[in-house]
């Protein structure tokens, strides 16, 4: 297993701001698609963005758009994912995840396509 590791939540007011990072320890995500992924209480866990291994492809969720951004750093070995005008409905764990294989520049929706998940960060948005 590889460890990803998701920071940047926390609690925030409607309209704000957060950026969520993850990165994996000893590991490169060169070359890797990478995604964010939420699961609010009693829900089931849904995408929110993805970024190709090369990185000139992105995705994102129709309740997403225009709002977040979704990057990969290769040098730094991170990717991030800017949160704005963040509403109530954002509040959720949010998930980073990687894919093993796949082609340079496609983009991943579906979260069975994925193989490494992090352990969450949480986003609260208060009204």
């Known amino acids: 297993q590889v460890p990803l590791v998701e920071s940047g939540g926390g609690l925030v007011q409607a309209g704000g701001s957060l950026r969520l990072s993850c990165s994996a320890s000893?590991?490169?995500?060169?070359?890797?698609?990478m995604g964010w992924f939420r699961q609010a209480p009693g829900k089931e866990r849904e995408f929110v963005a993805a970024?190709?291994?090369?990185?000139?492809?992105?995705y994102y969720a129709d309740f997403v758009k225009g709002r977040f951004t979704i990057s990969r750093d290769n040098a730094e070995n991170t990717v991030c994912l800017q949160m704005s005008s963040l509403k109530p409905e954002d509040t959720a764990v949010y998930y980073c995840?990687?894919?093993?294989?796949?082609?340079?520049?496609?983009?991943?929706?579906?979260?069975?396509?994925?193989?490494?998940w992090g352990q969450g960060t949480q986003v609260t948005v208060s009204s």
């Open positions: 970024i190709s291994a090369s990185g000139s492809s992105t």
């Open positions: 000893g590991r490169s995500f060169n070359g890797y698609a």
């Open positions: 995840a990687w894919k093993r294989y796949g082609y340079y520049h496609i983009v991943y929706r579906n979260q069975h396509e994925y193989d490494y």
